[in-house]
């Protein structure tokens, strides 16, 4: 199977993680028991996790001229993805998600800072680069005008477009025709949709993100695993039961084993089962970046099968 080569254009933010044994409700203080600074940021995230799944991995982004900014450049070096084309922003601080983590599951602030200048100038500055890679990933974390930029430039030169729609936003139609996969969760294609997911909902929704000329829509959810709709028609793709550690970073695991599984020739049912395998190893394990697994770990991993009639 030949590398697969991926371009992430995105955020990158230092992730404040604070854990309590709960969560406080508002206007409540409640006492934390530890906190980690972790690089992370959806696009780095992603940008990681693709590298170390084994794809050529490159990345567009901005920082601020900061210890975080110098910090979240040297984890993306680390761990194999290409970071010329990050960019330091002077007077601009480096983005900041502050993450509570309470019990395996987490709720998120995110401070853009310097993510709010990756422009559509990056793009074009780096197009050279684009026009190397088989895969393109986005998110919105970064200012939609540029998300358009990067998937009208994708397109132009050929490459598939994943689109993952978080946080998520209205999105203006040329961004659907653009997309070749759009990743939305469970709530995110509620929004975009206004519509419950519960029972036949689930299709029903995701086949209003394809009229609207999405080449394909994957759904994640969660411990139940994926669903797709294609041309081919609807499929589910079963989940793989974990003790959950942390879930921060498991939707941006999750497209990176798709992009990755993409770039290197799977057809889309099996790109979406190896994508699953990944998402499922990182929640067992504290931190985004920190936690995306290795290669070997995917491809050792052994799914737990659920019982009949457990959904």
């Known amino acids: 199977m030949k590398q697969g080569r991926v371009a992430v254009i995105g955020s990158l933010n ?64 680390e761990n194999g993805v290409k970071a010329k084309a ?27 800072g ?18 190397t890679v088989d895969v393109v990933l986005l998110q919105l974390e970064v200012p939609l005008e540029t998300v358009l930029a990067a998937a009208r430039t994708a397109k132009e030169l050929g490459k598939t477009v994943i689109l993952n729609p978080a946080p998520a936003r ?21 929004f975009l949709t206004e519509r419950s997911v519960e029972g036949d909902g689930l299709q029903q929704a995701m086949n209003r993100l394809r009229e ?7 759904t994640t959810l969660g411990d139940r695993g994926a669903a797709i709709l294609s041309k081919e028609g609807f499929q589910r793709v079963p989940g793989h039961p974990v003790e959950v550690v942390d879930t921060t970073g498991a939707g941006d695991a999750f497209n990176a084993g798709l992009a990755c599984g993409l770039s290197e020739g799977m057809d889309l049912f099996r790109a979406v089962g190896f994508a699953g395998r990944v998402s499922a ?3 067992t394990r504290l931190g985004a970046q920190e936690g995306m697994p290795g290669r070997r770990e995917v491809e050792s991993f052994i799914p737990v099968e659920k019982e009949e009639g457990d959904h």
């Not at 993680?17 to 980690?36: A, C, I």
């Not at 960019?87 to 998120?108: D, Q």
């Not at 070749?180 to 509620?190: G, Q």
């Open 14 to 77: 230092m992730d404040v993680v604070v854990q309590t044994k709960r969560p406080p409700r508002m206007g409540e203080t409640v006492m934390g028991e530890t906190v980690h600074f972790i690089p992370g940021g959806k696009g780095a995230n992603q940008a990681v996790a693709a590298a170390k799944l084994g794809a050529e991995t490159s990345m567009v982004g901005a920082v601020g001229d900061d210890p975080f900014g110098q910090s979240l450049v040297q984890s993306l070096q």
């Open 86 to 112: 990050v960019k330091t922003v002077p007077g601009f601080p480096t983005g900041v998600a502050t993450i509570l983590l309470s019990g395996g599951e987490n709720c998120i602030a995110v401070v853009p």
């Open 114 to 131: 310097a993510n709010s200048q990756c422009l559509p100038a990056d793009v074009e500055a780096h197009r050279e680069q684009i026009a």
């Open 170 to 190: 209205e999105l203006p139609k040329e961004l659907y025709r653009l997309s070749d996969v759009i990743t939305p969760n469970r709530s995110e294609l509620e």
């Open 212 to 218: 609207r000329g999405a080449g394909c829509v994957v």
């Open 281 to 283: 190893l990182a929640v």
